[in-house]
């Protein structure tokens, strides 16, 4: 399955380097689209086949889920000492790759997904419900193994996403998944239908849109191989009357093409991936059309992309307010997957997506750190299974400091970042390097960021900013070894 780390959450996997990279490889994938009403047009660069629309979707509650004990374990604080870190009543040896702080093991055990009222759990329930006959798991504990995070998916031992500049680090086996995909094999046993909803966590920058936890949902339908193309066209036959009223109201540009650079896996025939691959696109354009019920004339366009864990793989973009909107990956999934999970002999496809993108999008909701707060001004907003406009409460006055310092080769903006989360937490809005240069001399590099602190929910005053400042600069020195300037 392997769907989390699709690049559609509203946090970027890799950093910016690799982020570019990857955006660089879509570009070079891509096609100039032409519009498409209705219909997907997925084509092989050989046949130039065509393989009409398919309609379905499908969930239904798991038992695969943490014991009563285990989720109130989840609630307990967890605890970080000299030695050890305990998170949800167990507790782990640390090493020379433990990175969590604090700041971020507290977020554990909020669980905004389970909460009916929040945002988060808003979207994930009405995604959910266009797939009424799949099982949901969203309880899983967020601490798993490298192995489960990296290596039942395919992560090469070099990926960028196993630095522990990106990646929150219990000890060098135990972490905080990064992608709801670290379940996988899990689930896969149980059931052909399955979606994935939980937090993740990720080393990343500060500002509006980027936090370090945030929300995944993931979604995955296998096929028997051998009966695929029957079994689609039965479906077919079953859905085109519930749901081609809803189908006919996207405009769809779809131009992707099989190629070697976005390839059909050698071991799948050519009919039954064009046919999963239709089935997938068009059990998402349900899915985006329900969740953006409110667009009369809803305009969605597919990309071609590349992720480790599926091929063929695309992107789906929406225009909403004149912008195109990125929403989630998919694709078709690597066999190599199925096979490790016990399933050798079915075929399927597998999306993931980030919530709060979506959430942002759709409640228009200015900040992501809205999403953690507990004032009741926010919270007592919003209905299970109703979007409804955010409504601000209040813009209270920013107070801006910046710091400059002299770094060594080994300095990671990550690493700045996550000492500024635990010394301010949620007071800063954002962080912004404004100058960087080189010292033609010494070859140092110096570094002049700005912070934006500004609390969500109450007015902060010079005195207290001065003394977080302070205490980020001791922090900066001692932890990350430069010289202020």
Known sequence: MATGMFRAASQQWYGRTARMAMSLAQKSNSTMPFMVRGASALRTASSQKVLRPVLCASFHSSPFRLSSEQ???????PVITADTITVGGKTYPKDAFSNVTPTILEKTSRQLHLIPTHPIAIIKDLIASTFPDFKHYDTFSPVVTTKENFDDLLFADDHPGRAVTDTYYVNEKIMLRTHTSA??????????????????????????????????????QLFDVKTVVEDIKALTARDLAVSGAASKAIQTTDTTVITP?????????????LAVADHLKHSLNLMIRRLFSHEKDLQVRWIDATFPFTSPSWEMEILYQGKWLEVLGCGVIRQDILKNAGKPDKIGWAFGLGLERLALVLFGIPDIRLFWSQDERFLKQFQPSQIQKFKPFSKYPACIKDISFWTGETFHENNFCEIVRDVAGDIVEDVQLID?????KTKKRSMCYRIN????????????????????REEVVNRMKVDLR
């Open 453 to 472: 602190y500004r609390s969500m929910d109450r007015n902060v005053t010079n005195a207290e900013i001065n003394e977080l400042q302070e205490k980020l």
């Open 261 to 273: 650079e976005n390839p059909k896996q050698d071991v799948h025939d050519e009919a039954a991936m």
């Open 183 to 220: 379940h996988q094999l899990k689930v896969m046993t149980e059931s052909d239908k399955i979606l994935v909803t939980a937090d993740v966590y990720r080393r990343d920058e500060i500002d509006a849109s980027h936090y370090p936890v945030f929300h995944q949902m993931e979604g995955a």
């Open 436 to 440: 960087e240069f080189t010292h033609p």
């Open 71 to 77: 989720a109130n374990l989840m609630k307990e604080p």
